[in-house]
């Protein structure tokens, strides 16, 4: 009777062990809610329905993350529908910010910009807003609209944190099961799913790198641009550890992780904010929650396969353990 009660005891944890993982897992996806994934317009030079004096010798659009440049990323109107001579549009201080030079003289009136944008992860987001030169608008106000949601640019971006958790957290479970594993001999293996994780984050990447080359109808954006260099570096380092866990060197395999954790932090909004010291601590973060839901899983899987051996699973599930190990 008391083994039967100590065994359902040992199962009501490894079930709440399980759901905690899963909605560690639901926690990181929420992290990248697709509502504020695509690129916001912050602010713009000439102002959104704000006049200036003199004719303008650029249009600057300020956005919430790094920007892909492409020829019809600006696009200027006058009151009659007409275009207006621009430079080719181009993106500084990070990509963050796209502007595009005003190649003649405007005459007092009215304009249209029209913009559109593609962001680090490939979400891409237009608007359109309306300036004075020489007076003032007047009548009803003129937002910046942005498109619906990308729900497939989404979609790999929870794939790539999904990816990074399942392989670097699950190498990290992997270092916890196996010392439980030779205090009791015997134990059965624990498949380690990092392998999956690292193929998962490097689809993802692959794929997102292919989008943002196609909306900038070029590829060499890939590396001349902020958000492409992003991207590549996710590729990279999801390729070299896939690589490295096939040569059976789970350990180095940390190492090119790492990389698409800074890489996450560089094209962060917080590295916009607070420059290297905001893309540092992004990479924290997305490591602390990568070792705490994949560590997690794996642990919570290896407590399912040793339930017959109780104290192997305890002993794995110790949180003290956890700490020494990590």
């Known amino acids: 009777m008391i083994r039967t ?30 509502a504020s994934a ?28 790094p920007v892909v440049s492409t020829d019809r990323a600006v696009a200027i109107t006058d009151s009659s529908g007409s275009a207006v001579p621009t430079s080719p549009p181009r993106t500084e201080k990070g990509g ?4 595009a030079s005003v190649t003649q ?14 962001g680090v992860d490939g979400h891409g987001a237009r608007g359109e807003y309306r300036f004075a030169v020489g007076t003032v608008i007047t009548g009803d ?18 794939l790539l944190l999904a990816g990074f958790a399942v392989a670097f957290g699950g190498l990290v479970g992997e270092r916890i099961t196996s010392r439980a594993g030779r205090r ?15 193929l998962l984050g490097l689809f993802a990447a692959t794929a997102a790198a292919a989008r943002l080359a196609l909306r900038a109808e070029s590829i060499s954006v890939l590396w001349e641009s902020a958000a492409g260099r992003v991207v590549l570096a ?22 090119p992780l790492l990389v698409v954790a800074l890489a996450e932090g560089v094209g962060s909004h917080s590295e916009i904010e607070l420059p290297v010291v905001g ?9 602390a929650a990568g070792i705490w839901v994949g560590a997690l899983l794996h642990v919570a899987r290896a407590a399912v396969k040793w339930r017959a051996t109780r104290a192997a699973g305890q002993w794995a599930l110790l949180p003290d353990a956890q700490i020494a190990t990590i």
């Open 5 to 34: 009660v100590h065994r359902r005891n040992w199962r009501g944890r490894t079930l709440r062990l399980a759901v905690v993982a899963f909605l560690g897992v639901v926690a990181m996806l929420v992290a990248a809610s697709p």
């Open 38 to 65: 695509h690129p916001v317009l912050l602010f713009s030079d000439p102002a959104l329905d704000g006049a200036v004096p003199d004719s303008p010798g650029s249009v600057n659009l300020v956005f919430n993350e």
């Open 96 to 99: 963050t910010v796209l502007t």
């Open 105 to 118: 003289k405007l005459e007092p009136g009215i304009y249209q910009v029209q913009w559109e944008a593609t």
């Open 141 to 158: 106000q003129t937002a910046s609209t942005s498109q619906p949601t990308d729900w497939s640019a989404a979609g790999l971006r929870w």
């Open 184 to 198: 009791h001999a015997g134990l059965p293996s624990v498949c380690s799913w990092a392998q999956l994780g690292a």
């Open 234 to 255: 996710h590729a990279l380092g999801f390729g070299v550890a896939l690589l490295l866990l096939a040569l059976r060197r789970p350990s180095y395999a940390l190492l």
């Open 279 to 287: 893309g540092l601590l992004t990479a924290v973060h997305l490591v």
